[in-house]
Structures are given as structure tokens and as C-alpha cells.
């Protein structure tokens, strides 16, 4: 039975605050690394500190008030000048903090938490005494000469086990983020798991009582990263309560002229009576989906808190000095895509801090500050929202990614020739990729970059590298502003109508074929001075080429861009998105319904390309659909 029966909403209120507490707190910490005498921001560590700890008190969870209370102690003699913040106590700091969100992970089981780890506590009492604290090392784990085997499903037990030194139950990728994200800063794949700074201990509690511990902070961090809830302002409420009112109205309007037609009052007072209300129920929906979906967004900022600390964390243990740079932290995005950016952002990051930036000596030999910068940026541009993921290091070549690519046998020599530098950056997202001779605890195993691409994906997304040598690297991500609409190019081919996200769309152009050239075996069409091949809609659907394609639709993606050879075309809309969810044919993202009643799949041009030429399963779900 849960220790806190009775009290489940006030507990997950407090685990909610604090958590939003704590998160400022290790943000805060990373600033006053750099800025060690401003009094200003220790007086606002204490003060979040003091408030985590007077709710853990309300709640009796008393081995969390102990560790708070030590830690709270030891922000008093900072700010009081009886103790200097140097690089060891910050680490000890992190490290309390780290058991603090540990406990919070035992207490959302229902269940008071263990007792700290026991060299947390002895390192802040040593510290309150002025001796030097010290913490025992993390372990890390052993490196390979050679990089480990590609695979589409790495071996995460094993990941597990290395990272933390412990046996670990079976567990999935997504398992293993949640589970791991307690223990260590979470990464994975290229970046992997990285285990936390050499000067920070890892939990060190009883034997007998870890699995159990650790287990339920596991599930509960696995619940929490999916939260069912949402913050709305109470204006926007508002809105939506004001607009469904005025559509009431309507609705009362619209009755009354109804029961007058049918008395036969056909007059053009009243038909033109008619056709205003319904124009202003239209506007007052439109008006009423926007409302409803701004309740759906929330700044990014609540993700970007986090990363702060992961950056600092992975910073020190590689000896390396970077500063990441937060910006555009008010824009909002759809609260779903902010949970499912969460590890794609962390890769990139870790990434950057990792293999993008180089070590201080590297840096003052060439000539750069000895601190890095790593941005992270968030904005919004028309109907998108743009992240930008940028670091002043050593950036990336194109030709060495090229070479290694085919050394690895991702591509031929033949295929590597033939690629511009765009797609050439492009091959580190190929599973399996990796210029690392080493595998450590921290890189080389060559999944990384490819969980970034399918994450992205996923959120009907798209991701561009540009880099130069010497300078640095950018990542831009492009995402729609919410997964619930999606604005589609609606094609024909012949009178069946089909849905492209309009986030590829680029042009629309007729197709002349007496401009189509033969390269290699391929069509081709020649645009603005790019060779790009033209494939048929039909042969992607393996559906038979009836007739040329009329209408060719420049269509890029985060691998490719070509010509895509349609009917003609049924104009642009913003289509609900409703998922399939007995089964999915491949190419098929989901479903739309269209204002006179009609199905239209919503296609996966990324998964059709991918599979061009093998269309049994989409031709079988077109059938079971009806719409074939």
C-alpha cells in the first residue's frame, strides 16, 4: 500500500513543482560556476533549495529532508562567506542534487525514499566542516579498440550493464532512457550513456535495496516523461469558453431559421439571414480550433532547462570548457513535440560538446577562445518552428565522412563519388556511422545521429547539417507547429487524390517530355541547373503508369530531392491527422477526411522511397481502405 494514500494529488502537485524547482536550481548552478561572487543568484539557489525542502518536510519524506537540509547548509555558508565555491564542492553540489531528483523519482511511486548515498552525505558534511570533500569516481566504461558492430537494435542489457557497473533487467531502448536518466546524463548510440563527471560518485546505496529503488524511479520517470496533464493560462481558457459560447448562439440562430424554411419562409431576407449565421459559425470554428490548439502549446524553454546541466556534466568529465547558450526559450511548441524532442536534442548536444568542439590546448593552438560555445535556439517561422543546435569547433569534412562511410561499407565508392557536400553530411545519419576509432562510454558506436533522423521524423520533421572545417557545425531542425494539423498538397493521379506534407513541397512544375534526359538508367529533369530524377507517383504505389505524368512536384527531403510525377493536383489544406490504428500501411502516415466526406491517405514519401519498387503492402491497404 502506498505510503501517501490520501494524499496523491497534493503529492504529485509537490513532485511537479519541485521538479520545476530543482531544474531551475541545476541551471542556476551552472551560471554561478562561472560567476562565483554574485550573491544575487546563490540567494535564488537557497531559496528554491528551501522551498523543495519545507515540502519534502510537509510530506514526512525524512531521508529527503536531510539530504535538502545538508545541502541548504552548505548554500547558507556560501552565501555567507564562510566557504569558497570551488570545483570539488560544485561537484558535490551536483551530486546532492542529482540524489534530491533521485528521491523524487521513489516518491512518485508512493513510496519514501532511501537513504542518500552515503558518500553524498559524508562529502557535504566534510564540506560544512572546511575539509575537502571527495567523492569516489564513477565508473566508466572499458573502451574497444575496434567500433562496436552496427546493428538496427543495439544491444541495450548490455549498454545498461556497462554504463552503471550493474545487471539489468530487459529493458527497451525507451526503457533504458527513463531508467538510466536517474543514474546518468542520457545519451545513447553515438553519444551513448555517459556516466557522470569523474569527480561525482554514482548513487551508492545498500545492495539489497537498489533493484527495488531503482526499479520504481525507473517506472516513474517513464510515466513523468509522458505526462498526461498540461499547464494552460487560465486566458486562454477563456477564449475557448467565450467562443463556445458565441457558437451557441449561432447553433440557436441557425435552428430558428431552420423551423422558418421549413414553414415554408423562403424569402431573401431570410436566405441571406441563413447564410450569415452560416459564415459566422464558420469563423467562430476556425477561430475555436486555433483557441483549442494554443492550449496545446508550451515554451520550450521547459525542455531547454534541462540541458544546462547535461552540458556542463559532460564538459568536465571530457576536460573541456563550454558554455551552452541558450536562446528564443518563450517559443511555443506542441507540448506532445516537446516530449518527443527531448532525446534528439540530447544527442545533438552531447554531440556537439563531445565531437564537435575541441579540447582548450587544441583551441589556443589554433587560435580560438579557449571556452567553447555550443547554442541551442528555438524560434518560430511561419507555419514552423525552427531549432538551431550550433558549436565554434573543429566542424566536419566532408570528404572524411565520405571516406568513412564507404569504409564501413554504408555506400559504394561509386555512390560516394557521386554525392554533393550537402549529402555528404548527410551519411552520419546512416545507421551504423561513425568516424570514432575507439568506442568509449561516451561515443563511437554509430546509432546515435540515426535516432536523431527517425525522431525527427517521426514528428513529420526534417533536419539540415551545415558545417565547414575549422569553423564549426549547425544542425537545423524544421518542425511543423503542431502534430495535430498538418498543412498537405493534395495530388491526383487519375481521380483518387492523395495528401504530400507540404514541408517538402519546394515547386510545382509542369513536366514537358521532351525535357526528360536519361541518366544511368533514370529520368531526369534539369531545374534551374540541378539534375533531379523524376519518379512517378503511380510506381511508388506500383500502381500502372496509365498515362505520363502532366504535373511534376519538387519534393526534398533530409536524404534526397526529386521531381514527383502526379495527375494534377485538388489545391492545399490543413489536414486532421488521424492515425491508423489496426494496422499502417507502409507509406501511409495517416488519414485525412476531406470537407465532401472523402478518405485521403496522408503519405510517407520518406518510407516510400526507401522502399520504391516494393508496394504489395501499401497496394493491400489501399484495398482494405476502399479507396482502390
Same mark, same amino acid.
Given at each position: 500500500?502506498?505510503?501517501?494514500?490520501? /494524499?496523491?494529488?497534493?503529492?504529485?502537485?509537490?513532485?511537479?513543482?519541485?521538479?520545476?524547482?530543482?531544474?531551475?536550481?541545476?541551471?542556476?548552478?551552472?551560471?554561478?560556476?562561472?560567476? &562565483?561572487?554574485?550573491?544575487?543568484?546563490?540567494?535564488?539557489?537557497?531559496?528554491?533549495?528551501?522551498?523543495?525542502? *519545507?515540502?519534502?518536510?510537509?510530506?514526512?519524506?525524512?531521508?529527503?529532508?536531510?539530504?535538502?537540509?545538508?545541502?541548504?547548509?552548505?548554500?547558507?555558508?556560501?552565501?555567507?562567506?564562510?566557504?569558497?565555491?570551488?570545483?570539488?564542492? /560544485?561537484?558535490?553540489?551536483?551530486?546532492?542534487?542529482?540524489?534530491?531528483?533521485?528521491?523524487?523519482?521513489?516518491?512518485?511511486?508512493?513510496? #519514501?525514499?532511501?537513504?542518500?548515498?552515503?558518500?553524498?552525505?559524508?562529502?557535504?558534511?566534510?564540506?560544512?566542516?572546511?575539509?575537502?570533500?571527495?567523492? &569516489?569516481?564513477? &565508473?566508466?566504461?572499458?573502451?574497444?579498440?575496434?567500433?562496436?558492430?552496427?546493428?538496427?537494435?543495439?544491444?541495450?542489457?548490455?549498454?545498461?550493464?556497462?554504463?552503471?557497473?550493474?545487471?539489468?533487467?530487459?529493458?527497451?531502448?525507451?526503457?533504458?532512457?527513463?531508467?538510466?536518466?536517474?543514474?546518468?546524463?542520457?545519451?545513447?548510440?553515438?553519444?551513448?550513456?555517459?556516466?557522470?563527471?569523474?569527480?561525482?560518485?554514482?548513487?551508492?546505496?545498500?545492495?539489497?535495496?537498489?533493484?527495488?529503488?531503482?526499479?520504481?524511479? *525507473?517506472?516513474?520517470?517513464?510515466?513523468?516523461?509522458?505526462?498526461?496533464?498540461?499547464?494552460?493560462?487560465?486566458?486562454?481558457?477563456?477564449?475557448?469558453?467565450?467562443?463556445?459560447?458565441?457558437?451557441?448562439?449561432?447553433?440557436?440562430?441557425?435552428?430558428?431559421?431552420?423551423?422558418?424554411?421549413?414553414?415554408?419562409?423562403?424569402?431573401?431576407?431570410?436566405?441571406?439571414?441563413?447564410?450569415?449565421?452560416?459564415?459566422?459559425?464558420?469563423?467562430?470554428?476556425?477561430?475555436?480550433?486555433?483557441?483549442? /490548439?494554443?492550449?496545446?502549446?508550451?515554451?520550450?524553454?521547459?525542455?531547454?532547462?534541462?540541458?544546462?546541466?547535461?552540458?556542463?556534466?559532460?564538459?568536465?568529465?571530457?576536460?573541456?570548457?563550454?558554455?551552452?547558450?541558450?536562446? *528564443?526559450?518563450?517559443?511555443?511548441?506542441?507540448?506532445?513535440?516537446?516530449?518527443?524532442?527531448?532525446?534528439?536534442?540530447?544527442?545533438?548536444?552531447?554531440?556537439?560538446?563531445?565531437?564537435?568542439?575541441?579540447?582548450?590546448?587544441?583551441? #589556443?593552438?589554433?587560435?580560438?577562445?579557449?571556452?567553447?560555445?555550443?547554442?541551442?535556439?528555438?524560434?518560430?517561422?511561419?507555419?514552423?518552428?525552427?531549432?538551431? =543546435?550550433?558549436?565554434?569547433?573543429?566542424?566536419?569534412?566532408?570528404?572524411?565522412?565520405?571516406?568513412?562511410?564507404?569504409?564501413?561499407?554504408?555506400?559504394?565508392?561509386?555512390?560516394?563519388?557521386?554525392?554533393?557536400?550537402?549529402?555528404?553530411?548527410?551519411?552520419?545519419?546512416?545507421? *551504423?556511422?561513425?568516424?570514432?576509432?575507439?568506442?568509449?562510454?561516451?561515443?563511437?558506436?554509430?546509432?546515435?545521429?540515426?535516432?536523431?533522423?527517425?525522431?525527427?521524423?517521426?514528428?513529420?520533421?526534417?533536419?539540415?547539417?551545415?558545417?565547414?572545417?575549422?569553423?564549426?557545425? @549547425?544542425?537545423? =531542425?524544421?518542425? &511543423?507547429?503542431?502534430?495535430?494539423?498538418?498543412?498537405?498538397?493534395?495530388?491526383?493521379?487519375?481521380? #483518387?487524390?492523395?495528401?504530400?506534407?507540404?514541408?517538402?513541397?519546394?515547386?510545382?512544375?509542369?513536366?514537358?517530355?521532351?525535357?526528360?534526359?536519361?541518366?544511368?538508367?533514370?529520368?531526369?529533369?534539369? @531545374?534551374?541547373?540541378?539534375?533531379?530524377?523524376?519518379?512517378?507517383?503511380?510506381?511508388?504505389?506500383?500502381?500502372?503508369?496509365?498515362?505520363?505524368?502532366?504535373?511534376?512536384?519538387? /519534393?526534398?527531403?533530409?536524404?534526397?530531392?526529386? =521531381?514527383?510525377?502526379?495527375?494534377?493536383?485538388?489545391?492545399?489544406?490543413?489536414?486532421?491527422?488521424?492515425?491508423?490504428?489496426?494496422?499502417?500501411?507502409?507509406? @501511409?502516415?495517416?488519414?485525412?477526411?476531406?470537407?465532401?466526406?472523402?478518405?485521403?491517405?496522408?503519405?510517407?514519401?520518406?518510407?516510400?522511397?526507401?522502399?520504391?519498387?516494393?508496394?504489395?503492402?501499401?497496394?493491400?491497404?489501399?484495398?482494405?481502405?476502399?479507396?482502390?
Amino acid at each position: 500500500m502506498s505510503d501517501f494514500a490520501g /494524499m496523491e494529488e497534493l503529492l504529485q502537485d509537490f513532485l511537479q513543482e519541485a521538479s520545476d524547482l530543482l531544474s531551475d536550481v541545476d541551471n542556476k548552478l551552472v551560471d554561478l560556476e562561472k560567476m &562565483p561572487d554574485d550573491h544575487g543568484l546563490l540567494n535564488e539557489i537557497f531559496r528554491g533549495f528551501h522551498t523543495v525542502k *519545507g515540502g519534502a518536510g510537509f510530506l514526512n519524506a525524512t531521508e529527503l529532508v536531510t539530504l535538502c537540509h545538508l545541502t541548504e547548509n552548505l548554500f547558507d555558508k556560501l552565501r555567507n562567506g564562510e566557504l569558497e565555491l570551488t570545483a570539488n564542492l /560544485m561537484d558535490v553540489i551536483m551530486a546532492a542534487t542529482k540524489g534530491v531528483r533521485e528521491m523524487f523519482g521513489e516518491l512518485g511511486q508512493g513510496v #519514501q525514499p532511501q537513504p542518500a548515498d552515503p558518500h553524498v552525505i559524508n562529502a557535504l558534511r566534510a564540506a560544512l566542516e572546511g575539509e575537502s570533500p571527495e567523492i &569516489p569516481a564513477a &565508473p566508466v566504461a572499458p573502451q574497444a579498440v575496434e567500433t562496436a558492430p552496427a546493428s538496427d537494435e543495439p544491444d541495450w542489457n548490455a549498454l545498461h550493464s556497462a554504463v552503471t557497473g550493474k545487471e539489468a533487467e530487459p529493458v527497451t531502448q525507451g526503457e533504458l532512457i527513463t531508467k538510466l536518466e536517474a543514474e546518468v546524463p542520457p545519451a545513447l548510440g553515438e553519444i551513448s550513456v555517459s556516466p557522470q563527471p569523474a569527480a561525482v560518485a554514482p548513487t551508492g546505496r545498500r545492495a539489497s535495496d537498489q533493484p527495488s529503488s531503482q526499479a520504481a524511479a *525507473g517506472r516513474r520517470a517513464d510515466e513523468r516523461g509522458r505526462e498526461n496533464t498540461i499547464r494552460v493560462d487560465t486566458s486562454r481558457l477563456d477564449q475557448v469558453l467565450n467562443l463556445s459560447g458565441e457558437i451557441g448562439l449561432t447553433k440557436n440562430r441557425l435552428t430558428s431559421l431552420r423551423v422558418d424554411i421549413l414553414a415554408g419562409k423562403n424569402d431573401s431576407e431570410t436566405l441571406q439571414a441563413l447564410d450569415q449565421a452560416v459564415s459566422q459559425l464558420d469563423l467562430l470554428v476556425s477561430d475555436l480550433q486555433n483557441s483549442v /490548439m494554443k492550449t496545446r502549446m508550451q515554451p520550450i524553454g521547459r525542455l531547454f532547462q534541462k540541458y544546462p546541466r547535461i552540458a556542463r556534466d559532460l564538459a568536465r568529465q571530457l576536460g573541456k570548457d563550454v558554455e551552452l547558450v541558450l536562446a *528564443g526559450e518563450e517559443t511555443e511548441v506542441d507540448k506532445t513535440m516537446i516530449e518527443d524532442l527531448a532525446d534528439p536534442l540530447i544527442h545533438l548536444i552531447r554531440n556537439a560538446v563531445d565531437h564537435g568542439v575541441e579540447m582548450p590546448a587544441e583551441r #589556443q593552438a589554433s587560435g580560438k577562445p579557449v571556452k567553447s560555445l555550443v547554442r541551442l535556439e528555438a524560434r518560430q517561422e511561419g507555419d514552423h518552428i525552427v531549432l538551431i =543546435i550550433a558549436d565554434d569547433g573543429k566542424g566536419m569534412s566532408a570528404e572524411r565522412i565520405r571516406a568513412k562511410a564507404v569504409e564501413k561499407g554504408l555506400v559504394s565508392e561509386e555512390e560516394a563519388n557521386m554525392l554533393d557536400e550537402r549529402q555528404s553530411l548527410n551519411l552520419i545519419f546512416l545507421p *551504423g556511422f561513425s568516424t570514432m576509432a575507439q568506442v568509449s562510454a561516451v561515443s563511437g558506436r554509430g546509432v546515435g545521429m540515426d535516432v536523431v533522423k527517425t525522431n525527427i521524423h517521426k514528428l513529420n520533421g526534417s533536419i539540415e547539417i551545415r558545417s565547414e572545417p575549422g569553423k564549426g557545425s @549547425v544542425f537545423i =531542425i524544421s518542425l &511543423p507547429l503542431t502534430l495535430a494539423i498538418l498543412p498537405v498538397l493534395l495530388v491526383l493521379l487519375g481521380d #483518387q487524390p492523395f495528401a504530400l506534407p507540404l514541408s517538402m513541397v519546394r515547386e510545382i512544375l509542369p513536366i514537358d517530355q521532351s525535357r526528360i534526359q536519361e541518366v544511368g538508367g533514370k529520368e531526369t529533369l534539369v @531545374v534551374r541547373g540541378e539534375v533531379l530524377p523524376v519518379i512517378s507517383l503511380a510506381s511508388m504505389l506500383g500502381w500502372p503508369l496509365e498515362r505520363y505524368p502532366e504535373y511534376g512536384v519538387f /519534393m526534398q527531403t533530409t536524404e534526397r530531392s526529386f =521531381i514527383l510525377g502526379v495527375d494534377s493536383f485538388a489545391g492545399r489544406d490543413d489536414a486532421v491527422i488521424k492515425s491508423l490504428e489496426d494496422f499502417r500501411p507502409k507509406g @501511409v502516415a495517416g488519414v485525412t477526411t476531406l470537407s465532401n466526406g472523402q478518405i485521403v491517405l496522408i503519405l510517407d514519401m520518406k518510407e516510400l522511397l526507401a522502399d520504391l519498387g516494393q508496394h504489395a503492402d501499401m497496394r493491400a491497404g489501399l484495398r482494405a481502405l476502399e479507396l482502390v
